[in-house]
């Protein structure tokens, strides 16, 4: 629990003051990376085509949520989960100026990436 000292003493996060247009940014422009970053860093949603679309509802200084809409016939992924859910993907450091917010999506972007290709390449040889 925070004091009323500690959340008097508070200071607003740095990023959430641009949060918004990150998000439209990348909504916008690289669906298909979110829909990477999610699949890499959650690996029980690595199902063939199972997110259809990954949309950034906010960023701050830790990481990103995001609305996942999934496979609407994919019920056996994650039985129960309803068709749109949100979830919380974070950063693998805080960031406190809009040029380090680039620079950790670029490198998870990468990550996840490189990592998809080792799949694909690993399945191909079998």
Known sequence: ?????????????????????IAA???????????????????????ENYIQAAEITSVDSLGMYVKITRDPDNDEQ?????????LRLPFPRAVTERKDVKTVIVEMT???MGAMQEKAAASSDN
Do not use: R
């Not at 500690?6 to 247009?21: L, V």
């Not at 940014?25 to 199902?47: E, F, Q, W």
């Not at 994650?78 to 949100?86: E, S």
């Open 110 to 112: 990468q990550a996840s």
């Open 25 to 47: 940014h990348m909504n916008d422009d690289h669906m298909d990376s979110t829909i990477a970053m999610v699949k890499h860093y959650i690996p029980s949603l690595d199902a």
């Open 1 to 21: 629990s925070v004091t009323a000292e500690e959340y008097q003493n508070a200071k607003p996060d740095p990023i959430m003051a641009f949060g918004g247009h």
């Open 78 to 86: 994650l039985p129960g989960q309803p068709k749109q859910f949100k």
